[in-house]
């Protein structure tokens, strides 16, 4: 929406890196049995709840929330569990970078919506990647 | 059109009735090192925190830290806390002079934090302890980076992010 300041630009990044996510997550969901796709739909729950979340807060602020995409180009080729974990752990570090943004904002709320956002995707990662990050969302993208 | 030397421009002011305060909007030279900003201050206490954080996985670290897995990603979780530190050290700039800071220009150890002012004892040093202090860590940086300028906002979001990820591989 022309005209409109403030952190929609940053609501509407963290809104397609969640779109994004749900997409990925299909995708990785497909290639998991057991407990990792328990986990994939568990995380895949989580970004539809916060991509209506943040649809929510963009349309408040009298925006139109950015639309998904019918297909995203993803990273790697998945065919198996492995892989799928790859990109999940990828899926979630896109979300990261993106609250990031969220962080930098004036708005105080926001500010701390966006770091427990953070918080909440970095241990995705993690637990995807089975190892931790010195800084998430500032680290250079990871290689799935 | 008004010709003065800078020696004269005092006996301007003065003749004027002013003050070099009154002149001058900006700092005044004559009244000492002014005291540390809300940055700073906020800084150095997160340097404080994260400090008595090494401390407290070096002392876990040369400890009994269980087996060798456990003190394999104490290591690790160690070496991210030492960039942490090295990150937000980067980022303090302490003006010379400046009231409210030690003589080597560090900051004092948080009181009463995770290490108290000096490494505490090996035997007091568990896992759940670090848990718990990764996760008072992430809960302190979070209510911390609504006061500070956006990208130091961003740092303190990020450390926070990766102590939590600490407090998963802990056992939280």
């Not at chain 1, 996510?21 to 995708?27: D, L």
């Not at chain 2, 897995?69 to 979780?77: F, K, N, Q, V, Y």
């Not at chain 2, 209510?143 to 990820?165: E, G, K, M, Y």
Request: hydrophobic share 45%.
């Amino acid at each position: 929406m022309a005209g409109v300041k403030g952190p929609v630009p940053a609501l509407q990044a963290a809104l397609a890196a969640e779109n994004a996510a749900i997409f990925g997550y299909g995708v990785a969901g497909a290639h998991l049995t057991g407990s990792s796709r328990a986990a994939a739909e568990q995380d895949w729950t989580e970004h539809n709840r916060a991509r209506d979340t943040l649809a929510a807060m963009i349309s408040a602020r009298g925006a139109t929330p950015a639309a998904a995409q019918a297909f995203y180009q993803l990273p790697l080729r998945v065919h198996n569990a492995s892989s799928a974990a790859r990109l999940a752990a990828y899926l979630e570090d896109g979300v990261t970078r993106a609250y990031l943004g969220l962080v930098a904002v004036g708005d105080q709320r926001l500010r701390r919506f966006g770091a427990m956002a953070m918080l909440a995707a970095a241990q995705r990662a993690a637990s995807w990647r089975g190892s931790t990050q010195a800084f998430p969302g500032l680290s250079p993208p990871s290689t799935p | 059109m008004l010709a003065a030397s800078a020696a004269a421009l005092p006996l301007l002011l003065g003749a004027a009735g002013c003050r070099s305060s009154d002149a001058f909007t900006g700092p005044d030279p004559l009244a000492g090192p002014p005291p540390l900003g809300h940055d700073v201050l906020t800084l150095q206490a997160v340097i404080a925190a994260e400090e008595n954080m090494i401390d407290l996985y070096r002392v876990a670290i040369s400890g009994d830290p269980g087996n060798q897995r456990t003190a394999r990603t104490l290591r690790s979780l160690l070496g991210q806390h030492e960039q942490h530190l090295a990150q937000l050290k980067a980022r303090l700039i302490v003006p010379p002079g400046a009231r409210g800071v030690r003589g080597d220009g560090q900051s004092p150890r948080a009181p009463g934090g995770s290490g108290g002012g000096r490494p505490p004892r090996a035997s007091t040093v568990s896992i759940s302890r670090l848990r718990a202090a990764e996760r008072a860590s992430a809960a302190d940086l979070v209510r911390r980076l609504a006061t500070v300028p956006p990208a130091l906002a961003q740092l303190f979001a990020s450390i926070a992010a990766s102590d939590a990820t600490h407090v998963t591989v802990l056992g939280g």
